[in-house]
């Protein structure tokens, strides 16, 4: 599968909620996601560019997990592009111990809380981090993405194919804080270095 999408801060994410709603957005997940990133201690994975991830998602009782890889970052026509490869899992806890049992260790924690929307076959999330920008995701082909932008009503110019590193970077600069993408990272853990996201 491939993936392909574009990021951009969303200022007024309640009025932002309202348009895609408005625009005929259906509401497919509102709660915790939880993103792991693991690679080895060498980070063999993340020299060649690829990703290995847990994603939790939570919300109340209910709790699902994926485990994902990525191949490396590509830019097609403004959009970031990789393949991406992923299946369901039962039981994230024992997932994760099987991965560092076989000599992978967490890198990267990304903790946020997300609206997830499907409107005509893009999928737009928003994300709330716990001391970052709001960001909004939209993911789909570039036919599906281009709707959704214009659903936002937000400025095209904002959306870029950046990692989140560069986002937090501008987050840093404009506000002299430095950014919390892990609730870890708000009592001052630093294990995680922001590049590895």
Do not use: C
């Not at 999408?5 to 994410?13: L, W």
């Not at 990703?51 to 109340?60: E, F, H, I, Q, S």
């Not at 987050?171 to 892990?182: F, H």
Request: charged letters at 30%; hydrophobic letters at 40%.
């Amino acid at each position: 599968m491939r993936e392909v999408e574009v990021k951009s801060v969303v200022p007024h994410v309640s009025a932002s909620v309202a348009l895609v709603e408005a625009a005929g957005g259906t509401l497919t997940f509102a709660g915790r996601l939880e993103d792991k990133r693991w690679d080895t201690v060498g980070r063999e994975l993340s020299a060649r560019e690829e990703v290995l991830r847990t994603r939790v998602y939570r919300a109340g009782a209910e709790v699902r997990a994926e485990l994902d890889w990525k191949g490396p970052n590509s830019y097609e026509g403004g959009y970031k592009t990789r393949e991406e490869l992923g299946t369901g899992v039962t039981d994230p806890a024992l997932l994760e111990d099987i991965l560092s049992r076989l000599g992978y260790l967490v890198t990267m924690a990304i903790d946020r809380e997300i609206r997830q929307y499907e409107l005509h076959g893009a999928v737009v999330r928003f994300e709330h981090y716990p001391r970052m920008d709001d960001l909004v995701e939209v993911e789909g082909e570039p036919g599906a993405i281009e709707r959704a932008i214009v659903a936002l009503a937000l400025p095209r110019a904002g959306f870029t194919s950046e990692r989140l590193p560069a986002f937090v970077q501008r987050y840093e600069a404009r506000t002299g804080q430095v950014a919390a993408l892990s609730d870890l990272a708000l009592t001052g853990d630093t294990r995680y270095a922001h590049e590895n996201a």
